[in-house]
């Protein structure tokens, strides 16, 4: 964007204000671009430093906070723009951003062309949308308003925001699960036997968003997960896999910025989705992909219908984008392993890769069955065949000693801890566990703490089809603070039983 | 909203930030309750003290800006709360807002009940959106998204969200002229002849929003418009009539949110803008509405088709609330009067009252007719009579005696003036005009200073069939200061003639 030649300049002053990814300018209401530009607060402008450019969101001042001549941006944007305390910066006005127009379109319903969707995805990548433009945007994509067309345009445009890797084998594996499943925490073991197998898999995932926790969460604290873009090549040239979050590598940088916005306004949104998904895929460099869709009353997805329909898109879109993808629909109606929340579910990652005797079988069982259709769909292994194969490398050993490895190359290993306070939740009848809602359970594990406390969350011990007799524990509730345990208590107590016993 | 008893106090510590109509929060990221509630940046919560509470957005802070004992709030947020420097407040998480689902089901394009929309405008008008959930809502009404149905139940709810003012007289005048169109400043001149007709016409205006001027911009070069609800009653019980701001009184506080929001996002919206106008006027408690509707290429309305479809609803949803509207459809080809900014306008205003030779006809003329209408659908007068009788209140001086009252009424009675640094811009060919670009010549107006600066602006000078030699003065830009005069002539420079002279 050029800049005006007669616009003066501004002197940082870092005030330390954190405002998460959007970009924030701070400036004083009667400075002299302030008063001569006419900026208000909200106005968006755009703010310059040497070669780079940010657009920001005005917030005024009207204290000594500032002085006169000096101006503060959010940290994120302090970061971006690359500028410290004392650094120059010029302010100019915000010229109009043309591919609202497209947004505006796709909010009447209009379908919109690739070259629309290339300049959203790719002005939204460069700061230029504020959160409400973003949010006019997912609306626009809500429910069923893009047809495959469009969602493989989404697609594309998405994968073409970032950074992508490229791989010397001509076969890369990746998984992803849809989520809303508590504990469902099979990635790591996925990948230390697919590794295992001399396969490579260079699995990127997330931290949580609106679940107790995400597979970062989990194996930071089993080791390092901040990795950049050379490390993950590094690890995976070595050990055939990693256990990396995504965000840093900014493998699909829209799509980290979409999905702040989309999950505070909780839209569902089909296209959305598949293009998130499948781009962080293409993005990594991957070939062949498993996605699991777990189905279930109380999980994301609740129907078969629906997990169908996903299938279809996730299939045909990956045609389009030249990705492998094999889906495989699962049952959703509990959680998975016994731990919810990073710790917790480490340990349990930790007793199946070891070949504990009390490790979960249900985690156990379901990490094989990707694994196996992994080694399937590499063509590696027998149609057939991948199941066994998946359990023997588990068995003997080999999945364990891949899985040290990896996490050594990326920087340590570690044991995960049990908090510091608990409480166990016990039955007040005997009977049959018959029901249990992944939704509030994983509330309560949220409100325990988890994830912002790793070692918080729950202990759960009562899968359906448990007999219980009365006084017998359901689930223990861990937390690092009392105050925390006592909300996760007080939330348990408000609403309905989350544990169905007939 | 209850409040848990377990959660400490922060004391309150302003910082002077403004960000406008939203709630922000400041709190260190190390204090006790971002670390014992899990609170990250961007999180929704909220903020109590003694028996009020607000919601907030969180703003993290990372410095020594705050003690670890202290939170602040941006301007806004402490006036809603009633707080200052030292008062305590709590905070807790915020409990999923219901009416969500609703906007949610809006964005998915379902019809929503009636029951739905009060909620939703009750939830806004409560602080309880964020930008981004107002965004999506906007967003979901977007296009033609809503019935007619809808869009009663719409102007219901937001006619209810606020304070409604009721009058002794039987019959309560109002106008309304959707906007787009620059210098199109009639209202001042029409509420001097309908007051001074012996009618009440307790009109309330907006401040400029994207235009260079707003009613109650222009109207405060002359008079105080920022009135309470006391002193419009007070005002209009003396003299017939106002020119007050409507957003002091919160006649339609949800209105106003949404507005902000919207223009932000600069999508039309048919069901929010026949909602937003006609809750204004029936919170007002006016009976009789004239609603003007310029179209033209550059003006907000494109075209007459357009005009004719919000006649439609503007009558239809009056009928429903109890509003007796005539709409009047008029020529948007061109600006109204010659000032263009607060300043500039009003001078057109007070020499259209004083009977001055020189003028502006078109303002005038424009203004008479609107009155003529309101004086015959207020029944007093005859069909067929108004306009002559609307001619003769002000040419015998009756209107501006009038203004002149309601104007000391209100406070003071002042001159405007003009900007100190001016440029004239020149024909550069001889001819006639025959096209005028309304959004460009608003654009220059604004870029030069208005309204913020309330004596920039535009002196218009070359209405279409204007015969103009080369060199001759077509329109004078107005600034208070020399860059922002350099700024709109830059823009004058970057774009295709404004004025087409052939």
Redesign the interface.
Known sequence: MEQ?S?LNALKIK???????L?N?I?MR?DCHIC????F???T?LVVHHNEKSIIATL???????LQKNEASL??MALKRLNVKDGDLITVS?LKPIES?SAV?AK???KKIDEAAYRKIINDITNGFY???????F???C??ENLDLEEIIWLTKAMIDSGSKLTWDEKIIMDKHSVGGLPGNRTTPIVVAIVAAAGLTIPKTSSRAITSPAGTSDTMETITIVNLSIEKIKEVVNVEGGCFAWGRLARLSPADDILI??EK????DSTAQMIASVLSKKAAVGSTHVVIEIPFGETAKVRTRDEALKLQYYFRAVGDAINLNVEVLITDGSQPIGRGIGPSLEAMDVLSVLRNQKDAPNSLKEKSLMIAGVLLELSTKFEKGKGLSAARQILENGKAYEKFEKICLAQGRITEPNFAKYKIDINSESAGTVTFIDNRKLAKVA?LA?AP??PSAGIYFNSPIGTKVEKGQTLFTIYSE?E??L??AE?YLKSVNPIIKIV
């Open positions: 005006p007669y870092s005030l330390g204000i954190d405002t998460y959007e924030n701070f209401s008063r001569s530009e006419g208000t607060a909200l968006r917030n005024v001042v009207h204290s000594e906070l959010s940290d006005h609202l505006r909010i009447y319903h504020s959160d409400i433009e973003i949010a006019a997912i609306a626009g809500a429910g702040s916005v505070a306004l909780d839209i949220k703490g912002q406390s603070s105050g925390e006592l909300y007080d």
